[in-house]
Every structure is written in C-alpha cells, then in structure tokens.
C-alpha cells in the first residue's frame, strides 16, 4: 500500500517559515491535498491540488510538490496556525484505489 | 452551505456491530457528491474507510473491506456506516465528509463523534 511520511513535528517561532513535508514514492505524479486539524476539531482544507487555497484560507499557506516530496508551507506563522497538518493522495497506483492520509505532523508556535 | 451531522451509539461492545448515520442538511444527498466515511483513534492519524455515490456505488479501503457497509437514504439525505465485529482497535473518532464528484479531497467535513467499543 502506498505509504505517506511527515515529520512528527515542526517548531517555528512567530513571524517566520514553517515548511512540512509528505514523502511518498513518485508523489510528484499524484495530486496532494492538505488538511489543518486542532485540538477537538474537524479537519479543515488548506491545500487542495498541490497548491490552490480554498476560499478563506489565507495566502499565508501554499504548497508544492515534486519528486518524492510534496511540501505545505506556512509563511508568516501565527500563533493560530499551531495545529496538526495531515497531507493526502488518492492512490490508485494497486488493485485497489484508496484515500490515503500521512502520519501527520504537529505545528508548534513557541 | 452544506452542513453534515453524524449520529449514533457513542459505545459499541466488542464483537458487536458499529452503526453511525450522517444527516445532510443544505443540499441533497443526490448531487454530484461522494459521501465518505473518514475515522481518527484518540491520538492517532485519520484513516479512510470509504464512501458511497447517490446512485448506490460504493468504494472501500482494502484494509476494513469485509466489515464495513455503507448505504445510502436519498428519502432521509442522509448515509449510514455499519462497522461490523468491532474491537477496542476500532475505538475512533469517526467523520463523514463530502467529496464532489472528480476531484480527490473533502471539504465539508462533520463535527465527528467518539465511539468507543468496551465491553
């Protein structure tokens, strides 16, 4: 099955960069989409298709993805931005087609 | 805007089967949407479980494929997930979701509900 790696967390202070990537084999040949999720929430889109925001979702946020590696970063970091972030695929690449999320990774403001 | 609302037993017995209903309020239910099911255990990451389209076609993730069932009620706008020979792995938060027709992400999301299996 396919497999989606992020980094259990990303520390960043106010007012800079925070980067999360999702490792997966050839992702740069599929579509990724990510999802923000706080304490007690439901999961909310930020990213869809690699790198549109839906409407609502500041310019802050913006993706990429190449090679092995899709990216979410978060400029200008917030303390409101402190959440889990879950990146996902449709893979379609076996017998099977699934919706597979990422391990997900823990976005700390300090 | 579409709004949806997961109801059912918030604590099932091990062996037993897990039923959740997902009410669709401010669009119907046989629009060009799938209608998925989306669980996270306590801590943990979200896993998939499947998704049903109006006209009955359904899809599932390999991994629950033989225990799950999800149907649909184009009377009610609402869809429903069975879950069966639940055990305490089981235990999640358990979503549904929206996602139109074509593309590969959900954005309507529930507020979700914890089931517990525990006997």
């Known amino acids: 099955s396919y497999v989606l790696t992020q980094p259990p967390s990303v520390s960043v202070a106010p007012g800079k960069t925070a980067r999360i990537t999702c490792g997966g084999n050839?992702?740069?040949?599929?579509?990724v989409h990510w999802y923000q999720q706080k304490p007690g929430q439901a999961p909310v889109l930020v990213i869809y298709?690699?790198?549109d925001r839906p409407s609502g979702i500041p310019e802050r946020f913006s993706g990429s993805n190449s090679g092995n590696t899709a990216t979410l970063t978060i400029s200008r970091v917030e303390a409101g931005d402190e959440a889990d972030y879950y990146c996902?695929?449709?893979?379609?690449?076996?017998?099977?087609?699934?919706?597979?999320f990422g391990t997900g990774t823990k976005v700390t403001v300090l | 805007q579409v709004q949806l609302q997961e109801s059912g037993p918030g604590l099932v017995k091990p062996s037993g089967t897990l039923s959740l209903t997902c009410a669709v309020s401010?669009?119907?239910?046989?629009?060009?949407?799938?209608w998925s099911w989306i669980r996270q255990p306590p801590g943990k990451g979200l896993e998939w479980i499947g998704e049903?389209?109006?006209?009955?076609?359904?899809n599932y993730n390999p991994s629950l494929k033989s225990r799950v069932t999800i149907s649909v009620d184009k009377s009610k706008n609402q869809f429903s997930l069975k879950l069966s020979s639940v055990t305490a792995a089981d235990t999640a938060v358990y979503y549904c979701?929206?996602?139109?027709?074509?593309?590969?992400?959900?954005?309507?999301w529930g507020q979700g509900t914890l089931v517990t299996v525990s006997s």
């Open positions: 979701a929206r996602r139109y027709d074509s593309s590969g992400y959900w954005y309507y």
């Open positions: 401010g669009g119907s239910i046989s629009s060009s949407n799938w």
């Open positions: 049903i389209y109006h006209s009955g076609s359904t």
């Open positions: 050839n992702i740069g040949s599929k579509s």
């Open positions: 298709y690699d790198s």
């Open positions: 996902q695929v449709w893979d379609s690449s076996s017998d099977h087609q699934v919706y597979v």
